[in-house]
T-cell receptor, first 109, second 114 residues
Framework: GEDVEQSLFLSVREGDSSVINCTYT??????LYWYKQEPGAGLQLLTY?????DMKQDQRLTVLLNKKDKHLSLRIADTQTGDSAIYFC?????????FGAGTTVTVRA | SAVISQKPSRDICQRGTSLTIQCQVD?????MFWYRQQPGQSLTLIAT?????????ESGFVIDKFPISRPNLTFSTLTVSNMSPEDSSIYLC???????????FGPGTRLTVT
């Protein structure tokens, strides 16, 4: 079965870069996703990457994928207080998503 | 991107009763899913809502407990039947584009069973 793991907490200073890491086990995953969930809110799709790619950049967000090690990371440049949230990585198999437990990112002044 | 609405946004229900949650999408989509997010936890896939046929359930979820309808490409319902406090969760519908592979979630329905 699918198993996605993330570290649970990350504290970062405002203006620094945040790096959130994720590992997955399903080698047949086609796409991998990053979602953001703010308190009391739904899931916001941040970015996603095809499993044959190794990097994707979108404004302040950079996704790195090491398919050999099944390791995915999300880098947020110039982290702001509005980036404080829970970040979920997810792997897709036949469009069905398996989620990690979520990483709570706290941005401190 | 797809705009997804869910009704109700939240409800408090008594044990033993049932609640039907509606999901409406602003465009025709092929893939629709229902997920559950238990308090303080991650999301778990309940089932794939298939248009015009029975839903496909994941391990641990059964049709008698979570009947799903999908009469067309823009609408689906999930019923939580014979509720117990363990069913207290956020229930979210999602849609997937088979062309772009983007996947979007509705705002969720926060259910509390007392």
């Amino acid at each position: 079965g699918e198993d996605v793991e993330q570290s649970l907490f990350l504290s970062v200073r405002e203006g620094d870069s945040s790096v959130i890491n994720c590992t997955y086990t399903d080698s047949s995953s086609t796409y991998l996703y990053w979602y953001k969930q703010e308190p009391g809110a739904g899931l916001q799709l941040l970015t996603y990457i095809f499993s044959n790619m190794d990097m994707k950049q979108d404004q302040r967000l950079t996704v790195l994928l090491n398919k050999k090690d099944k390791h995915l990371s999300l880098r947020i440049a110039d982290t702001q207080t509005g980036d404080s949230a829970i970040y979920f990585c997810a792997e897709a198999n036949d469009y069905k998503l398996s989620f990690g437990a979520g990483t709570t990112v706290t941005v401190r002044a | 991107s797809a705009v997804i609405s869910q009704k109700p946004s939240r409800d408090i229900c008594q044990r033993g009763t049932s609640l039907t949650i509606q999901c409406q999408v602003d465009s025709q989509v092929t893939m629709m899913f229902w997920y559950r997010q238990q308090p303080g936890q991650s999301l778990t896939l309940i089932a794939t809502a298939n248009q015009g046929s029975e839903a496909t359930y994941e391990s641990g979820f059964v049709i008698d407990k979570f009947p799903i309808s999908r009469p067309n490409l823009t609408f689906s319902t999930l019923t939580v039947s014979n509720m117990s406090p363990e069913d207290s969760s956020i229930y979210l519908c999602s849609v997937a584009s088979t062309s772009s592979h983007e996947q979007y979630f509705g705002p969720g329905t926060r259910l509390t069973v007392t």
